[in-house]
């Protein structure tokens, strides 16, 4: 009898952003909570530091300029190809800061081979609207998709903004979505609202299998306890009294809605 088919999990990394210690902790989420076999790739523009179990391969190429002024991570579309490395068939793509709580079986065997499955994006319930944090597809399905942007990225950016939306509305035979907690929001499913946030840690919801940092707000600033770059971990009563001080961050209850206790679950989950 054949054995089991090998589970693909792939991420990409270029510049300086993240690098070898966000892949090798992505590496080390995925082999706590995957059932063998499985292979993890990162396309990447430097092999410093990756952990040995970490396959490697160059950014896949595709030669045109990315666009400017536009949110979207454009550089993903280099994924979308005929090929990519030595792959075939179905690859569960993961960004590099989201943080693995639970079983990842589920997301190869949900839907069938063929299909794009995508996170729902949390931040625009009325807009049927796909997240690539985590998503599976067939190596060259979007392989069309690749090819209009290649035609006018500018153009493609301008239109779509985000690459999650070209996906989620231009993808051959259209998309599905993960089922409903599986993929959770540390922004809006995880921090405390006001002023619950001053009292409780973040919580890690009941079933959630990854939890996706979206938003500035990273794995190691929730460990610290701090709302992202422009924030330092604080007692309550510095982060009050920085209400009324000249450098903060943001409008008065935004800045009070973004104060966080550290969380030891991100720590945890995050270790290498």
């Avoid at 536009?70 to 943080?99: Q, S, Y």
Wanted: glycine letters at 10%.
């Amino acid at each position: 009898m054949p054995g089991a088919p090998i589970k693909q999990v792939v991420c990409i990394n270029w510049g300086t952003k993240y690098g070898a210690p966000y892949v090798n902790r992505l590496y080390a989420g995925v082999a706590r909570n995957i059932t063998p076999p499985f292979s993890f790739t990162c396309f990447t523009d430097t092999e410093a530091g990756l952990r040995p179990e970490v396959r490697r391969f160059p950014l896949p190429p595709i030669d045109v300029a990315m666009p400017t002024g536009t949110k979207g991570i454009w550089p993903k579309a280099r994924l979308w190809g005929a090929e990519l490395g030595d792959l075939t068939g179905p690859v569960l793509f993961m960004d590099l800061d989201l943080v693995v709580t639970g079983n990842m079986d589920g997301f190869f065997t949900e839907g069938a081979p063929d299909d794009v499955i995508l996170a729902r994006n949390p931040s625009t319930p009325l807009e049927k609207l796909g997240q690539t944090s985590l998503f599976r597809f067939p190596v060259g399905k979007l392989l069309p998709l690749q090819e209009r942007f290649r035609a006018d990225p500018q153009g493609v950016a301008d239109t779509y903004r985000f690459e999650q939306r070209f996906v989620t509305r231009e993808a051959p035979g259209g998309i599905s979505f993960w089922p409903s907690g599986w993929v959770r929001s540390f922004r809006n499913d995880c921090a405390r609202p006001f002023p619950l946030n001053f009292f409780l840690p973040p919580r890690l919801p009941e079933g959630a299998k990854v939890v996706i940092f979206p938003g500035g707000l990273l794995p190691p600033h929730a460990i610290a306890g701090h709302w992202g770059r422009h924030y330092r971990p604080m007692t309550r009563m510095e982060h009050l009294r920085g209400v009324f001080g000249p450098d903060r961050p943001d409008p008065p209850l935004r800045y009070l809605r973004h104060f966080i206790l550290p969380s030891d679950w991100v720590a945890k989950a995050w270790a290498e």
